[in-house]
C-alpha cells in the first residue's frame, strides 16, 4: 500500500509540469499541474502516516486519497465533466504509460487500504489463541 501511494505521488510530481497550462477560466486560475502536486503531497502524507503510524486511522487516510484519485482518472478519462469555475477541464481520453501506472498504484494503494481497514488487529487474533 505504502508503495503504492509512493509510485502515485512519483508520477503526479513528475508529470506535474507539464500539465500547468491547463487552467481554468475563472480567477484565480488553477492549474491541472497544481491539483497533480496536491495528489502528490496528499499521497505521500498518506503514506508516511501508514508506514509510521500503521493505524486504522491512516489506513482511512491512504483509502481516501488512493480510492479519490483512482476515482478522478477514470472519471476524467471517461466523462468530460467540463471545467469548473477556476478548475480545469481534465478531460483525458487517452492512457498513456504514466496514466496506466498511476491507476494501478492508486487501485493496489486503495486495496491494500481497504484489506487493513476490515483486517481484525493484530493484538485481536494473538489474544483469541490464548488458551487461557
Known sequence: MAAGLGVD???HWHLAP???????TASPQISQGQLFRVETVLALIAMVLVVVTRRRLAAMVALLIAAGGLGAVLLFAYVDVGGWGPLPKMYDPFWYPEKIISAVAEAVAALGAFWLLVMPPEGHLARAEKPW
Do not use: L
Not at 18 to 24: C, R, S, Y
Open 9 to 11: 505521488a512519483y508520477v
Open 18 to 24: 507539464g500539465f500547468d497550462g491547463v487552467t481554468g
